[in-house]
């Protein structure tokens, strides 16, 4: 090789390195490279121009940088670096802190692989990168803070909406008793108590599904064994004469016994929701109700032939106070209640059309629910 070819060489290896370095320095990474044997830690266009520190103050050697740990981190992270050494992890990842010339801790991320081993198989030469995400920590911190308020916020809101809609019930229960005495003892304006009536009924229930709805998001879920079959039954018990009135066949199938570990109270609400909803949207045909559980979760379909529900509404169905057929009577919150309930069971409710008409209900639930939800 040439004296001018090697400059030549020289000069194209010192331009690539300058536009690595400027790269890496763009998104606040420096890359390093590791002598393990002698402890020497070169830094390429510095690890200190990311933490503050002159480039001539520091030493480049591994010992440097464990000091400028923050002392209950120094451990972990040798640690992890030693588990790379010795084969146990493909890439070498950390987020830790490091101190700056002025004592104060920075986040930063660290990625890096061992490159070469000696040949007895020790280790020789690792590089990497160290990113400095201090400001992403502290945005992330942030955040947490805020989510943490807006869960008291909106935890105070439900409190607020479950006393006043209890309060008001119970006013309108009293008004609704008065009403009932009144009309007992007057020969007259019957038509208008009935009219009065009907109207506090309707108010009655509405306000019941508000406090419903604000409860959902407050009720702890007690866990215990219980059998799935017997509550499919007893469900079955409760709806039937409105099935029989309606002159539906109602189809049920269970299996022998089938125990989880749930809240029985909200397993009976999301069940009753689905069945009541199956019986009022169907005029003809059946409404059913199967255990179809599988060894990892709780698995029950409650199926209809009645009315279905239209494509483009589908995605509506557990937005609260969304009422997808407006000739019924209701206040669109009984399918958010059954979602929030089954959500604190770790579990969901899935929709599908049935064919060829009719809606598909599916609840599920994991049989091993977590102590606390």
Not at 82 to 99: K, P
Not at 227 to 248: G, M, W, Y
Not at 274 to 283: P, R, V
Not at 360 to 369: A, W
């Amino acid at each position: 090789m040439t004296h001018t070819t090697e400059e030549a060489l020289k000069a194209t290896i010192y331009d690539l390195e300058q536009r690595l370095e400027i790269a890496l320095l763009s998104a606040n990474q420096v890359w390093w490279e590791w002598d393990i044997p002698t402890g020497i830690l070169k830094t390429h266009a510095v690890k200190d121009c990311i933490l503050g520190y002159d480039l001539g103050t520091i030493r480049h050697h591994l010992d440097f940088w464990m000091d400028a740990l923050p002392p209950e981190e120094r451990e972990p992270v040798w640690e992890s670096l030693q588990a790379h050494l010795r084969g146990e992890t493909e890439m070498w990842s950390m987020e830790h802190q490091y101190r700056n010339p002025q004592g104060e801790y920075k986040w930063v991320l660290e990625a890096g692989r061992l490159i070469s081993r000696n040949q007895d198989g020790s280790p020789l030469r690792m590089v990497g990168i160290t990113q400095n995400i201090h400001e992403k920590k502290l945005q992330e911190k942030e955040l947490r803070k805020a989510n943490e308020q807006l869960a008291d916020a909106l935890k105070f809101k439900d409190i607020v909406l479950a006393t006043a809609s209890h309060d008001v019930l119970n006013a309108l229960t009293a008004g609704w008793t008065m009403t009932q005495l009144l009309k007992e003892k007057s020969e007259h304006l019957t038509e208008e108590f009935e009219l009065v009536e009907s109207s506090l009924a309707q108010s009655r229930k509405l306000i019941s599904n508000i406090y419903d709805f604000s409860q959902s998001s407050l009720i702890e879920m007690e866990l215990n064994e219980v059998d799935v079959t017997s509550i499919i039954r007893d469900t079955q018990e409760f709806h039937s004469p409105l099935a029989k009135n309606k002159q539906l066949d109602f189809v049920v199938s269970t299996v022998a016994h089938n125990p989880i570990r749930t809240d029985a109270l909200a397993l009976r609400r999301i069940l009753d929701n689905l069945l009541g909803n199956a019986i009022k949207f169907t005029e003809t045909g059946y409404i059913a109700i199967s255990d179809i559980s599988n060894e990892d979760e709780l698995i029950i379909e409650v199926k209809d032939s009645g009315c279905g529900i239209p494509k483009e509404q589908a995605h509506l169905l557990f937005t609260p106070f969304k009422k997808l057929n407006s000739s019924n009577e209701g206040s669109g919150l009984g399918m958010s209640i059954c979602q929030n309930l089954a959500s604190k069971l770790s579990g969901q409710i899935s929709y599908s059309p049935n064919a060829p008409q009719g809606t598909i209900f599916r609840l599920s639930l994991p049989r091993e629910q977590p102590e606390t939800k």
